[in-house]
């Protein structure tokens, strides 16, 4: 997720990028959730700057345990379970049982519920991971309704250990009292969540694995049009020439919106093979899998420079300030921090990666 906090306007736009969005890397599978793995938060964020045209300010990663304790320390969150969900993956401890219908959710259900995708007995989201992020935005909605209001104030030392315990992030101890102290201010009715617009159902047919691969394939002009309107740090309108977005062509071979791929063999249309009539082509998938697959064996990151989006400008390493227009590099005020001083991002409106 990448969210932009307007800390003037007193508005937070959240923007969920699906775990299969295809992108340009050099790697077997260019699924966006396979860059944190191969080069953590810091590719991880240079791949996502390519999806959405600039740099994000800061990142904020949540340990799912630290999920499970906010649920608790505010009693529980009160929401509306859209099915029945019984699925057991021992292989990762991974045991959800939970009813449909209205209920306060605990901890341990919450994260159950928002991890969920389908049944053992294959029922589920029609949309997969799409249906999943509806319901993960709409629990994230109530969780921070419930959170964020001026009754929590007492609890605010809670969350704070909460947050020492179970989060990785870039910004300072000042920074995060700051914004938490601005954030409390914001009604739900002032939160927007997204979803990159695309192609939920595409599929790439992998000559390495002799199977179809399903990729999220993101619809550039319209990527391009929710950028401006709800998340561009700029003065300036985010163009096409800023983002790097892969599609698959109808020969099955893939392209670069900017016209280089990092793995030149994926420019080339893939054999594949005929199959008797009535059999089907065997397709990547039916186990819900980790967030976070393993590299492939065998398969090694190249050792590539960190280069921003073609025409960022002077936002490259990261900008906010709609408000206020400004161009700087979105760091912020060269303060010491002494654990104790709440200090305010460089710009009005801030943008965070945001992972579990």
């Not at 793995?37 to 340990?63: H, M, P, Q, T």
Request: net charge negative; charged share 20%; proline share 6%.
């Amino acid at each position: 997720m990448v969210a932009a906090f307007d800390t003037v306007g007193q508005k937070i736009n959240i923007v969920s990028i699906p775990r299969d969005t295809l992108i340009n890397v050099a790697w077997h599978t260019k699924k966006i959730n396979s860059a944190y793995n191969a080069g953590g938060v810091e590719r991880l964020k240079e791949e996502v700057s390519k999806l959405i045209g600039f740099s994000v300010d800061f990142y904020v990663k949540v340990d799912l345990r630290g999920f499970v304790e906010l649920v608790d320390a505010i009693g529980g969150v009160e929401f509306d379970v859209p099915f029945n969900m019984n699925y057991d993956d021992p292989t990762q401890n991974l045991h959800i049982h939970i009813k449909k219908g209205p209920q306060k959710l605990e901890g341990k259900d919450a994260i159950g519920v928002v991890r969920w995708r389908k049944n053992n007995d294959g029922s589920g989201y029609r949309s997969g991971d799409i249906g999943r992020i509806e319901t993960q935005q709409a629990f994230l909605k109530e969780l921070a309704r419930q959170v964020l209001t001026i009754g929590n104030l007492p609890k605010v030392p809670e969350f704070a250990s909460i947050f020492s315990k179970y989060v990785e992030t870039d910004l300072s101890l000042g920074n995060l009292v700051w914004l938490g102290q601005k954030a409390m201010g914001v009604g739900s009715e002032h939160m927007q969540f997204f979803t990159m617009h695309g192609d939920y159902s595409a599929s790439y047919y992998s000559m390495k694995s002799g199977r179809y691969v399903s990729y999220v394939v993101l619809d550039i002009d319209e990527v391009v049009e929710l950028m401006n309107l709800s998340f561009n740090p700029y003065t300036t309108p985010i163009t096409k020439s800023m983002l790097d977005i892969m599609t698959i062509q109808r020969n099955g071979a893939m392209a670069s919106s900017r016209g280089v791929l990092q793995d030149p063999s994926a420019a080339v249309p893939p054999t594949i093979p005929s199959r008797p009539s009535g059999t089907q082509t065997p397709s990547e998938g039916g186990k819900d899998e980790p967030d976070e697959p393993p590299q492939e064996a065998g398969e090694t990151e190249p050792n590539e420079p960190k280069t921003p989006p073609d025409g960022s400008g002077n936002g490259a390493s990261g900008s906010g300030g709609t408000g206020a227009g400004n161009n700087n590099t979105g760091n912020t005020e060269d303060t010491e921090d002494t654990g104790d001083t709440e200090t305010a991002p460089a710009e009005d409106t801030v943008s965070l990666a945001l992972g579990a």
